[in-house]
């Protein structure tokens, strides 16, 4: 029997779901290679093997005993997507009673119409890592190509007409994205639940994006 190759447990966020506590499960592996990714050790594979996978019985035996204390769980990674153990994980979870957010790349629309259509998730948070093309998000995630494109607009449109809470959000990198870009992205995404964040220095992917930060 699989289990979900789990990378990080957070017991307790106050920000991870707006609103809510919840706990937060980091799943190993991801198929982009974004350059502010502050969770390397989730998608390297050579440092993915120097690290322990969390049990998942472990992780399922804690929500049950704090199931009365959390508004929800948080499935993230990595990317979730990933696994073809999601769907069954994320019906074990709410077999507790316990909502579920999913954050994703949404590189994979197919699973995220399975659980929008089975309503196994609550809420999702899609990173829409730059303006809607080709070269500007080869610019933050050197995987990109046309069908991985293909796949991404479409689960922005299958975000959009869930019906559930939903949010856009993109991480501005100051000269890797143009302003023009961010415009276009304010523009593309108007009327939606949408924000910018914040670059973040820390132990990232590509450490010369460090440079790009203000002195403060």
Not at 117 to 129: H, L, N, P, R, T
Not at 189 to 207: A, N, S, V
Request: glycine share 6%; charged share 25%; net charge negative.
């Amino acid at each position: 029997m699989h289990a979900m190759r789990i990378g990080a447990f957070l017991k307790q966020s106050l920000i991870d779901w707006e609103g809510r506590v919840s706990a937060v499960i980091f799943t190993k592996g991801c198929n982009f290679r974004c350059g502010y990714c502050h969770n390397p050790y989730l998608v390297l594979p050579e440092l993915l093997r120097q690290t322990q996978d969390i049990e998942e019985h472990e992780v399922l035996d804690f929500l049950d005993r704090r199931k009365n204390w959390l508004d929800g769980v948080v499935i993230s990674g990595g990317e979730p997507t990933l696994h073809e153990d999601l769907i069954p994980f994320i019906q074990k979870i709410k077999a507790l009673g316990l909502p579920v957010k999913l954050d994703t790349n949404g590189s994979h629309p197919e699973v995220l119409e399975q659980l929008i259509g089975g309503k196994w998730i609550d809420a999702v948070a899609m990173d829409i890592k730059s303006a809607l093309s080709l070269s500007c998000y080869r610019k933050v995630n050197r995987t990109m190509t046309d069908s991985l494109l293909e796949r991404i607009l479409e689960s922005v449109r299958l975000v959009k007409d869930s019906g559930i809470e939903y949010q856009f959000r993109t991480t501005v990198i100051p000269r890797v994205q143009t302003p023009e870009e961010i415009q276009a992205l304010k523009k593309e995404f108007l009327g939606t639940h949408y924000i910018l964040q914040e670059f973040r220095d820390g132990d990232i992917l590509e450490k010369h994006l460090q440079e790009t930060l203000p002195i403060n």
